[in-house]
Nanobody, 120 residues
Framework: VQLQASGGGLVQAGGSLRLSCAAS????????MGWYRQAPGKQRELVAA???????NYADSVKGRFTISRDYAKDTVYLQMNSLKPEDTAVYYC???????????????WGQGTEVTVSS
């Protein structure tokens, strides 16, 4: 299973970016897809996640500014980031809990990371 993330870049404070992450490979089902981020010198943290039932979960720091969505047919997750702040600067990683076949357990997979830089 591979996760390909895209959409990062440099943006001024108050601006917007949209991240995308597509899963490919042998996939039977995906339970949760989400986004994490890691700023320099800090631990990786959950930004947002969405279940296979469409229930979103957000970090308090991004509520009201970020929106996570999912295209179930394309095994793709999106993160719309509005009103960006300098403290949102980080490498953003997508994550998916994937069951490859009906007979195996669910495993967690990570994308390669996409860098988001918000200038003040």
């Amino acid at each position: 299973v591979q996760l390909q993330a895209s959409g990062g870049g440099l943006v001024q404070a108050g601006g917007s970016l949209r991240l995308s992450c597509a899963a490919s490979g042998t996939i039977f089902s995906i339970k949760v897809m989400g986004w994490y981020r890691q700023a320099p010198g800090k631990q990786r943290e959950l930004v947002a996640a969405i279940s296979n039932r469409g229930s979103p979960n957000y970090a308090d720091s991004v509520k009201g500014r970020f929106t996570i969505s999912r295209d179930y047919a394309k095994d793709t997750v999106y993160l719309q980031m509005n009103s960006l702040k300098p403290e949102d600067t980080a490498v953003y990683y997508c994550n998916a809990d994937v069951r490859r076949t009906p007979s195996v357990i669910t495993n967690s997979y990570w994308g390669q990371g996409t860098e988001v830089t918000v200038s003040s």
